[in-house]
């Protein structure tokens, strides 16, 4: 497995554990050290607590939104590598960097920031036709 | 000085580069490799071709808005580092990432991401009154 490949894998665990609502899970994902995170509409949150504590909350709502990702992007150098996305939240689509760093092997999650894409450019041509009704 | 103070002094540059105006002092401050950029409400950018040349566009227009930096925290590990700070655009607060990578013992910017804060929450003090009457 490449480094892109395994980070790419480690952003498909963030999705999973948002879309599961699995607390211990996201807080496996992120780093211990040096973290920050900005959610959508908010201020920047520095530190491991503030950032699993906005999390608890936001996994543990009973409005939490579904996030569907797509267009991932990774850009690897040395020890860290981020992937870029695209987030489907709710019909709107946000652009979203989700930066890793190895530690002890592992790639974790040192930054996440989503902000929300004023016009999204969709591909004008129209998807092919289904060759099977149903 | 040290990392922070040095990684600090490029984020400075950057904010000066777009006070003036200065397109040919931006894309010194840009890496070669490896970048990304997410202005706000845009998808990302990816690559240095597309990042100069949303900056050129910018930096040229008429329109060009001030934007003053603020609440500036740096996070530096080894040979990379990020400043996330507060930017003001027009009476509006964004949140701002700035990540840098020391190239040859300079600190290029490889990551610039400003999504805007929905609510600034502001010091609930009062500014002192000026001890002087103008």
Not at 9 to 19: L, T
Not at 39 to 64: D, F, K, M, V
Not at 89 to 107: D, F, K, P, Q
Request: charged fraction near 20%; hydrophobic fraction near 45%; include cysteine.
């Amino acid at each position: 497995m490449t480094d892109a490949d395994a980070i790419l894998a480690a952003n498909a665990a963030y999705y999973r554990a948002f879309a599961t609502g699995d607390f211990a899970a996201m807080s496996r994902i992120w780093a211990i050290d040096g973290v920050s995170c900005v959610h959508p509409g908010w201020p920047a949150l520095i530190g491991r607590a503030p950032i699993l504590e906005s999390y608890r909350s936001i996994l543990h709502s009973a409005n939490r939104v579904r996030i569907a990702q797509r267009d991932e992007t990774a850009i690897v150098a040395g020890e860290e590598g981020r992937v870029l996305c695209v987030e489907i939240v709710e019909g709107a689509a946000l652009a979203a960097t989700n930066w890793y760093r190895r530690v002890e092997g592992a790639w974790r999650m040192i930054h996440h920031q989503a902000s929300p894409i004023a016009v999204l450019v969709e591909d004008p041509e129209p998807p092919p036709r289904s060759p099977t009704l149903n």
